[in-house]
């Protein structure tokens, strides 16, 4: 992976190396706590999305294919996107599961209907679990790097297709608008019931979540 220099930002998209596991969990928990639709609705903290995400996290990471990007002149990491094969999702600390059982209930009912369309094998299809850059990095196309990056690593080690949960709408412009992926499942947060509630039919923008995929 090369060094670039995106709007004045000199940055190093690489591999998410145990080196910066730490970093990179530190900023996609904040990241996601703070700004994410689902996580907002939901009302989590992050002391309890730490401790609910820690090892799943890390076992993610270990499959070796997600990147992070560094601000070369601070040598702080400004981005991570985590990346696991669509058939190893891992499963989640069961004492936390029922905080999250909405938003796992989401997930698995996106990927449902992605599998009524496609069958995957293990090795098939890499998904982007996960993607942050960090506040002083917005806006400079970091997110776009690493997944054309992360698309690489993939292609790589024998990844046919790209796949992406899409929960907010600057994810979906990037996929869908500029990198030209599918959408190949859809879930309206309005209509997604719960339990009996609706639990995101607070969220707006974007009005749903979205599987998307790419030829590698």
Do not use: W
Not at 18 to 35: M, P, Y
Not at 40 to 63: H, S, T, W
């Amino acid at each position: 992976m090369r060094r670039q220099q995106v709007n004045g930002m000199k940055i190093n998209v690489h591999a998410l190396e145990q080196e910066h596991l730490e970093s990179a969990f530190d900023l996609a928990t904040r990241v996601f706590v703070a700004s994410s639709t689902l996580h907002r609705a939901l009302g989590i903290e992050l002391n309890e999305y730490q401790d609910y995400l820690r090892r799943p996290f890390e076992k993610m990471v270990e499959e070796g294919l997600s990147v992070a990007a560094t601000d070369l002149r601070s040598n702080k990491l400004v981005g991570c996107l985590i990346v696991t094969d669509f058939t190893s999702l891992p499963t989640k600390n069961p004492a936390l599961a029922q905080r999250f059982a909405p938003m796992l209930a989401l997930t698995a009912e996106l990927c449902r209907r992605y599998e009524i369309k496609r069958k995957v094998s293990v090795g098939d299809a890499a998904l982007v679990d996960m993607g942050a850059v960090s506040a002083e990095a917005i806006g400079q196309g970091i997110y776009q790097k690493m997944r054309n990056a992360a698309h690489e690593v993939a292609r790589n080690k024998g990844y046919k297709i790209a796949l992406g949960e899409l929960s907010s709408a600057a994810s979906q412009r990037v996929v869908l608008n500029k990198l030209m992926h599918s959408k190949m499942a859809e879930i309206q947060f309005s209509d997604f019931q719960f339990s009996g509630e609706y639990p995101f039919s607070a969220i707006k923008e974007p009005p749903s979540i979205i599987l998307s995929e790419g030829a590698l």
